[in-house]
């Protein structure tokens, strides 16, 4: 493909002098002179720097070799340009106009013009390798910034998960000796869910759909060693869209709220809501706060703090996440733009 490029490019700046000249006669010997060989020169230099020269000089930071490499191969150019009319081509030396008050250009306005028509080829490989060498580097760096990112989003989503069955054992071991059969069937709706973290969560996204099952099935788990004084109330969309979603985003504000959400001697209510609007969801819990006792070891406090560094890599600027407590009331707003 970039042979071709380069080939039609060269078509192109070849074919100038008959697109230039069209119905009029050629002198095809000053074609040649002025202008095929020179082209053929400025080629020469143009591919010597895009292959060699500027990786091998400038890239390797020898800027002094770099120039004194191309300066000696425009005046070799240039000498070779000028034995080849004088040896070839000396008609048209000869069939110039002689007037004798006519002067040739100065010497050094001469060698001053042919440098500056050879360095542009030069300049022209500089700025393409350069753009192509920027493009390269920007996508490596892209390359290891999502690497960067996933290796942090593996970190955090390892880190959720033992935190996650952390919390669920030590609700187990409280209903134990309370409910030997409730504690039997916490382990076996406690595997569903650990299924559920192993095996479907290790894409980038997941139908909201089954994030939804995922979330009712654990907050039947948690309701299993309520009393009677709190009451959960949960609402989600009967008919879930066709939404995906980073997995386990919600889990740790409804872990939170069963935490500190509920109390052994006073009444309490957790409300979870979900709701979906067009390509955007909006999940709200508020819950009475019941602050744990500095002694209370249950959970380990990475939750909350997991879940914003989350949202920060996989939503910046597409989330808004907001907690307040309001009159004993602990409330969370979350909303994430799919």
């Given at each position: 493909m970039i042979f071709v490029q380069h080939l039609l490019i060269w078509l192109v700046l070849f074919s100038i002098p008959f697109v230039l000249s069209y119905g009029q006669d050629l002198d095809n010997n000053r074609l040649i002179a002025h202008f095929l060989i020179p082209m053929f020169f400025y080629a020469m230099i143009f591919y010597l720097n895009f292959f060699v020269i500027i990786d091998k000089f400038l890239f390797s930071k020898k800027t002094l070799a770099f120039?004194?490499?191309?300066?000696?191969?425009?005046?070799?150019?240039?000498?070779?340009?000028?034995?080849?009319?004088a040896n070839y081509f000396a008609d048209l030396i000869k069939n110039r106009p002689q007037d004798e008050n006519r002067e040739g250009p100065p010497f050094k306005l001469f060698l001053y013009v042919q440098m500056l028509s050879y360095a542009a080829p030069v300049l022209f490989s500089i700025a393409i390798k350069s753009t192509k060498r920027w493009v390269k580097t920007e996508a490596e760096k892209k390359e290891a910034d999502n690497f960067k990112l996933q290796t942090e989003l593996q970190h955090l989503r390892y880190q959720l998960q033992p935190h996650f069955f952390f919390n669920s054992l030590n609700n187990i071991y409280s209903l134990v000796d309370i409910s030997p059969d409730k504690a039997k069937s916490t382990i076996h709706s406690l595997g569903k869910l650990m299924r559920y973290l192993l095996y479907?969560?290790?894409?980038?996204?997941?139908?909201?759909?089954?994030?939804?099952?995922?979330?009712?099935?654990?907050?039947?788990?948690?309701?299993?060693?309520?009393?009677?004084?709190?009451?959960v109330e949960s609402s989600f969309p009967i008919s879930e869209p066709n939404l995906k979603i980073s997995p386990l985003l919600f889990i740790s504000l409804i872990e939170n709220a069963f935490k500190h959400g509920v109390s052994a001697s006073k009444e309490s209510v957790i409300s979870i809501d979900m709701i979906?609007?067009?390509?955007?969801?909006?999940?709200?819990?508020?819950?009475?706060?019941?602050?744990?006792?500095?002694?209370?070891?249950?959970?380990?406090?990475?939750?909350?703090?997991?879940l914003e560094k989350r949202l920060e890599?996989?939503?910046?600027?597409?989330?808004?996440?907001?907690?307040?407590?309001k009159d004993g009331i602990y409330s969370v707003y979350l909303k994430i733009e799919t």
């Open positions: 120039i004194i490499i191309n300066l000696g191969l425009i005046g070799l150019f240039i000498l070779l340009k000028e034995f080849i009319e479907e969560t290790s894409t980038e996204l997941v139908p909201l759909s089954k994030e939804i099952e995922f979330m009712r099935k654990y907050i039947e788990l948690m309701k299993l060693r309520l009393t009677d004084k709190t009451t979906t609007k067009e390509n955007s969801v909006i999940f709200q819990i508020e819950n009475y706060n019941f602050p744990k006792q500095i002694s209370d070891k249950s959970g380990s406090g990475i939750g909350l703090p997991n890599l996989l939503y910046p600027s597409k989330h808004q996440f907001q907690q307040k407590i």
